[in-house]
């Protein structure tokens, strides 16, 4: 049910056009056509086409999506001992293939070491895929990691997983139960084709990418949000994305501010009870976390610098 062309393959929604000796048009079903001097395997007989008749064959797909590449392969005709016959002319090519384009992990609300429960991983593809089911059953077959790693935690559970409304993005939550999931920034997912497939001629996906992006490994605790111009954030807030005010009712306290990667960027300690403030006006835009820590607690902040 694969027509090959190249490196492209097109599924059996294909358009089939074959004239003969009175030139009428009529339909077939192909099996397979591969380039160049593959193997062949058998194609179905339309209706009144003799075995070792000679036919010219066209075969043509649209999509608005796709440029049209052109190119000639042959096809063998026959039953039995393969015969030469003819000869195929394609309309397709390069841009008929289906990919995973990258694999993103990112942090949300809650911050912890490692995984925590609201931690997600989201797939970007080339194009609208089947949108089948993906949950613990099946992910580490249709989406394996490298090295072993899995993406299900210490009760083999994983978070909900939900296809965007395109088709061509799939979030992936995680959970926490017993142990974190093994998986990690820097695995490789090997995609698995004959699983995952395009909603448009049913293309394989056999992609590999990298696990790029950070579940933000520092430890703290608390709430994060995004902060862009005046916010209250239990003890700390951010003016016009220019001063951090931050509050200890004892003498001891540290603000720290680290950049997206962990680096640290800013460290101040009080010297006295009361309201204090750091100029944060130097760092570019971009996402920070902002972390107090005071003898009664320690919480961290994200925070979305945009001028």
């Known amino acids: 049910d694969t027509i090959e062309f190249g490196n492209t393959q097109i599924g059996d929604s294909i358009e089939v056009e074959r004239w003969w ?18 193997v062949f395997t058998a194609i179905t007989q339309p209706e009144s086409i003799k075995t070792r008749d000679s036919i010219g064959m066209t075969l043509k797909y649209e999509s608005g999506e796709i440029g049209y590449d052109e190119g000639w392969v042959r096809v063998y005709w026959g039953y039995g001992e393969w015969k030469w016959e003819d000869s195929i002319f394609v309309y397709g090519g390069t841009g008929m293939t289906v990919e995973l384009d990258s694999a993103i992990a990112s942090d949300s609300r809650i911050l912890e070491k490692g995984i925590d429960r609201d931690d997600k991983v989201t797939l970007y593809f080339s194009r609208e895929m089947n949108g089948m089911g993906i949950d613990e059953s099946n992910i580490d077959s249709i989406f394996k990691l490298s090295g072993g790693d899995s993406w299900l935690d210490g009760l083999d559970s994983l978070g909900s997983s939900k296809w965007q409304v395109n088709g061509d993005k799939l979030v992936i939550g995680l959970s926490v139960n017993v142990d974190q999931p093994t998986i990690k920034v820097g695995d490789t997912i090997s995609v ?18 990298e696990l790029r992006g950070t579940f933000f490994d520092m430890s703290g ?8 111009e005046v916010t209250e954030l239990q003890g700390i807030r951010v003016t016009g994305c220019k001063t951090i005010e931050w509050s200890t009712q004892t003498t001891q306290g540290t603000l720290t501010v680290y950049d997206i990667s962990g680096r640290e960027l ?12 750091t100029n944060i006006k130097h760092l570019k835009n971009g996402i920070y976390f902002i972390k107090l820590k005071t003898e009664n607690q320690s919480i961290t902040e994200k925070m979305v610098k945009i001028n």
């Open 192 to 209: 698995n084709g004959s699983m995952l497939k395009s909603k448009l001629f049913s293309m394989p996906c056999s992609s590999r990418v």
């Open 21 to 38: 000796k009175n030139n009428t048009k009529v339909g077939i079903e192909i099996d397979s056509v591969k380039t160049d001097n593959d």
């Open 266 to 277: 800013i460290r101040e300690e009080s010297k006295a009870s009361g309201t204090h403030k």
């Open 221 to 228: 605790a608390g709430g994060r949000r995004e902060i862009k």
